[in-house]
């Protein structure tokens, strides 16, 4: 039997793999539209994750601004993305500096989140609650996943659509 997963190693976890999809982006021996999209998988999967299981419990506990704050910033990076995931030809100036703009996104939005949500996480629930998120987490993210969410019309669906509602 496997031991339980704990959702704040999760959430990092996805975190570190993002970060390390957006190095091989920058890489001109990689296959860097691949690592494109396997980032907007990841990422809308994570967001939609965490929204669905994480932020409502959290919401009880914590002051709902800095979820609303957490959640606005994952929107900011979801429109960065898209710009990115538009770009016709990889590796062009245009696609170097949608990329940094991504990079910059990102990287300002993990890092509030860990400082912030994900150190609630750690302080306001115990292992069996952990685990039970890192289920509901998972479940949710690969479910997410295998629905291909970070597709260039998913995202856009999600920066236009979504928006409204």
């Given amino acids: 039997m496997t031991p339980p997963q704990d959702v704040v190693e999760l959430i990092l976890e996805d975190h570190r793999t993002l970060e ?30 965490e929204e669905a299981s994480v932020h409502p419990v959290l919401a009880s506990f914590e002051d709902s601004d800095t979820v609303e704050h957490v959640e606005a910033a994952h929107r900011e990076a979801v429109k960065v993305l898209l710009a990115l995931l538009e770009v016709r030809e990889v590796g062009s100036a245009e696609w170097d500096w949608r990329l940094k703009q991504l990079a910059l996104a ?14 609630h996480v750690r302080e306001s629930f115990g292992p069996d609650s952990r685990a039970d998120l890192a289920e509901d987490f998972a479940r949710t993210r690969a479910d997410l996943l295998d629905a291909r969410c970070g597709s260039v019309s998913n995202v856009h669906h999600k920066v236009y659509v979504d928006a409204l509602l």
């Fill in 20 to 49: 390390d999809l957006l190095r091989v982006m920058r890489s001109v021996e990689a296959d860097r539209e691949a690592a494109l999209h396997d980032f907007a998988h990841l990422m809308v999967a994570h967001g939609e994750a």
């Fill in 106 to 119: 990102v990287a300002r939005h993990t890092d509030e989140e860990e400082r912030t949500l994900v150190n």
